[in-house]
């Protein structure tokens, strides 16, 4: 993620003429303190979108007329470059800043955590992977026989035929609430959906009537996160552990993770940056958005401690094993689909759980989502991480009166970031109830929030 000053930079560059180039990236190098004698190397990758090798040549064309180095990596995910960066950022401490380097990395710390699961069969051991015709299938593919003893995968959508993101991939699934297509499904059998870039991943299944089962990022982090705090428990650490969420979190999840897992929960605005920068508050921070996009960060301080217990006695010494191994998955991207997939995997194997199982740790509030045109989304302004309206008045306290009239229930909006809309979140005891606390939300933004069109309906 760009800094929002170099962003206003690259819009300066983007919008300048030829001419003005060199007297424009000197003023940046002035504005941003740029040491013009120390050399610059620029790591690059690229997908296989078609528009991408173009990109990627002009790319190495700036670098090379301006005398810089780079390497070229071809094809990574997002996730791999970062790793690449990462490990040559530290000299090489972190890994081997080459793609054997990733896949032993994460495949030696995946093996090595579940090889102390007494598993029987493999009914937990093979899995079905949508990669959304995106560069994580050929990644994947390269990576299947560094994990094949631990994990067999089945790839579909993997790039042959079928267009990026069309009908598959974790947006699809995620906003669709149902199977990609080209994935023949077995009930109860475990499968889960890239995006197209690999650093975002929802899990699903078919119960034995055929009904779809979304397992989302409020999910994921429910499972990694009650994992970390029981190893914590075994090494007697007392590491402080954080999930953060944003609004759109589903209240159960909430609700399981402080009353039951007694992990504490924090709420910021939407966004992975936002996320991020509160994760590394906590010695171990856990953020996923529900779209599945997310991870965990470790601070160095947790780091050093969980390596110092591993000279404690045995059983201590073995939960600081798997610790350090879950630090070795997590990739130091802000979002892994592949390190996501075997940390999920791993916790799975080591508990005995079954996908359902996983799923019926807690069951979601139904909700709905809704959007309202209105004529300006500035007349709009939050508080409270989004959870709570300042302007228009009176619009908060319209809500807080419909929500007092259904059970279990939340509402909140947020105007759009790019266009004049405002979103409505609600849910409650029942769909039903989700639906009409909903509408009656929308109804209350589209009256004192300048709402243009046709007044919103209820039924969807």
């Not at 009914?123 to 631990?150: F, P, T, W």
């Not at 944003?246 to 605005?269: D, F, H, I, Q």
């Amino acid at each position: 993620m760009l800094a929002p000053s170099w962003e206003e930079h690259a819009t300066c560059l983007a919008n300048a003429e030829e001419h003005e180039m060199p007297r424009m990236l000197m003023d940046i190098s002035v504005k941003a303190a740029v040491n013009l004698q120390q050399d610059a190397f620029v790591v690059i990758g690229r997908d296989t979108r078609p528009s991408s090798k173009k990109l990627s040549q002009s790319v190495i064309d700036g670098v090379t007329v301006l005398e810089g180095q780079f390497h070229d990596y071809g094809l990574l995910t997002t996730p791999q470059l970062h790793y690449m960066v990462y490990c040559r950022n530290t000299s090489g401490q972190y890994g081997k800043a080459t793609i054997e380097g990733y896949y032993e990395k994460l495949s030696k710390a995946f093996m090595e955590l579940t090889k102390q699961a007494f598993c029987s069969g493999d009914e937990y051991r093979s899995l079905k992977v949508d990669c959304a015709n995106g560069i994580g299938a050929l990644k994947l593919r390269e990576m299947e026989h560094y994990i094949s003893q631990g994990l067999a995968v089945q790839l579909f959508n993997d790039g042959t035929k079928g267009k990026l993101n069309h009908l598959c991939g974790a947006d699809f699934v995620k906003s669709h609430q149902k199977p990609p297509q080209g994935m023949e499904m077995k009930s109860n059998e475990r499968c889960c959906s890239f995006d197209g870039d690999a650093d975002r991943i929802v899990y699903y299944y078919l119960d034995v009537d055929g009904h779809f089962h979304l397992i989302d990022g409020d999910k994921i982090a429910t499972l990694i996160s009650s994992f970390l705090k029981e190893l914590l428990l075994e090494i007697g650490e007392s590491l402080n552990i954080g999930v953060v969420q944003t609004a759109y979190a589903n209240g159960s999840s909430t609700r399981y993770l402080e009353e039951v897992m007694k992990v504490p929960v924090y709420c910021t605005k939407t966004g992975v940056k936002h996320l991020h920068h509160k994760a590394q508050e906590f010695d171990i921070g856990v953020y996923f958005e529900a779209n599945g996009h997310g991870t965990v960060l470790f601070s160095k301080a947790a780091e050093t401690k969980i390596k110092l217990a591993k000279e404690l006695e045995d059983k201590k010494r073995e939960a600081a094993k798997m610790l350090e191994n879950v630090i070795d998955l997590f990739n130091q991207a802000a979002g892994d689909a592949i390190s996501d997939m075997l940390v999920i995997e791993a916790i799975l194997i080591l508990k005995g759980l079954t996908v359902q199982q996983w799923d019926a740790l807690y069951t979601d509030l139904p909700n709905r989502q809704l959007k309202v045109k209105i004529a300006d989304r500035q007349v709009i302004s939050t508080t409270d991480a989004e959870r709570q309206v300042v302007t228009p008045p009176g619009l908060q306290e319209a809500i807080n009166d419909l929500v007092k009239k259904y059970k279990l229930s939340r509402a909140f909006v947020r105007p759009s970031g790019t266009e004049d809309i405002v979103r409505v979140y609600a849910e409650a005891d029942s769909q039903e109830n989700a639906d009409s606390l909903a509408h009656a939300v929308s109804l209350a933004v589209f009256q004192l929030a300048g709402g243009v069109g046709e007044t919103p309906r209820p039924g969807f």
